[in-house]
Structures are given as structure tokens and as C-alpha cells.
């Protein structure tokens, strides 16, 4: 098992940054796809960006793409996403994940296997 907790959420004006962090715990995620996700007030869950086990590969959604980073620090069990010129429409609440190794990287972005409970994001106009 694996258990992620996101932190780094809060308010920021628009424009702003904010650095997310997801801590692993349980297992070494060194041989795991990663990835964040979000979800905005009434709307489904949607894909942010995610990144191959050993950093080498990263995908991003079109809305964030040029602004978002994600980075990993296999050591420190940790996934980061950096988060430049933020927009109101990138509030949601941020969710962590996890997919277990031996897929491709599509496969385990579109499966993931475990998941954080969350860290909000409000971002004001």
C-alpha cells in the first residue's frame, strides 16, 4: 500500500505561484508513475500532469502546459508540481496519485492506483 498526503495548497491572487508537495509513504515510488490531478467545484475530476518513474518522461494537460512543472525527488518519496501564473480557473482541489509500475506511462496515467485526499488551490481574480 501507499499512502500520498499533498500540502503546499492555499489562496494566491492570479498571476501568483504555489508549489505542491505529495509525500509517499508505505513504498518507494522510485519505480512509479506519478501524477496530480484536479477537481473545480462541479466539475469531474481531470488529469494535470504526470511523470515517469525516473523523471524522464512528463506529460501535461493543454490548460496548464507552460505554466505547471512536475518534478520528482525519488530519495525524498516526493512529487512536486510547481504552479506559475495561476488563473481564478485553476482552483480546484489537487489530488496526488500513484500508478503502480509495469504498464506504460499511459496505462498507468488513465489507471492510477492510489490517491491523496487533497490539497485546495483557490486562486483569485
Known amino acids: 500500500q501507499v499512502q500520498l498526503v499533498e500540502s503546499g495548497g492555499g489562496l494566491v491572487q492570479a498571476g501568483g505561484s504555489l508549489r505542491l508537495s505529495c509525500v509517499a509513504s508505505?513504498?518507494?515510488?522510485?519505480?512509479?508513475?506519478m501524477g496530480w490531478f484536479r477537481q473545480a467545484p462541479g466539475k469531474e475530476r481531470e488529469f494535470v500532469a504526470a511523470i515517469s518513474w525516473s523523471g524522464g518522461t512528463t506529460r501535461y494537460s493543454d490548460s496548464v502546459k507552460g505554466r505547471f512543472t512536475i518534478s520528482r525527488d525519488n530519495a525524498k518519496n516526493t512529487v512536486y508540481l510547481q504552479m506559475n501564473s495561476l488563473k481564478p480557473e485553476d482552483t480546484a482541489v489537487y489530488y496526488c496519485a500513484a500508478g503502480t509500475p509495469g504498464r506504460s506511462f499511459s496505462e498507468a496515467i488513465n489507471g492510477m492506483d492510489y490517491w491523496g485526499k487533497g490539497t485546495l488551490v483557490t486562486v483569485s481574480p
Open positions: 508505505g513504498r518507494t515510488i522510485s519505480s512509479y508513475v
